[in-house]
């Protein structure tokens, strides 16, 4: 019986070695502080698009204690967060964000093996069966270009769009 105690302890002790990597968090691209990319910001909130400056933006994003996900703080009005987990099951996307006192979104979508993201996110006080479609696009390892187009409850695209890319701040 002695024999098989030190066998145990044996084995434990060296069973880290032989462990498998835990696999890497899918939003590690993320992973950083980031601004927009000459202050640019384009959106039509109904009234054609617009061109503006928002200076001084800032997004903050860092893992939680999974390898699964990654929780984004806005620091530029109105401040809001979002958090995406990682399914690796489903290889499903889920997202929950608030920003302001009312704007809640909820939805799904994918990561691909870049770090590229697709989004269908729903809005607290949006008319029932619309949508946003997010993409988020690596233009390179501290460029990506985020877009959210509207849709409404038949699927059709709305003309309401917002887009910016964002840069790592050095």
Known sequence: ????????????????????????????RFFGEWTLKNDAWSHNWGGGQE????????????????HNSVLSEVDTPPKGH???????????????????DIR?????GTVDADGNLKLKVSFEGE??????LYTYEWINDDEYRLRSV?????????????????????
Request: net charge positive; glycine share 6%.
């Open 82 to 100: 979002i958090l995406w987990t990682y399914n690796p099951v489903q290889k499903t996307v889920h997202h929950l964000s608030s920003f302001g």
């Open 127 to 132: 008319a029932p069966g619309t949508y946003r």
């Open 1 to 28: 019986m002695h024999r098989s105690f030190v066998w145990i302890l044996i084995l434990l002790s060296v069973s880290p070695a032989f462990a498998e990597t835990p696999p890497a968090n899918p939003f590690h």
């Open 150 to 170: 509207q849709y409404d409850s038949k699927d059709v695209a709305t003309g309401l769009f917002y887009s910016g890319t964002f840069v790592r701040k050095k």
């Open 104 to 108: 809640i979104g909820v939805g799904e």
């Open 51 to 66: 061109d503006i400056k928002i200076p001084n933006h800032y997004t903050v994003s860092r893992p939680l204690n999974t």
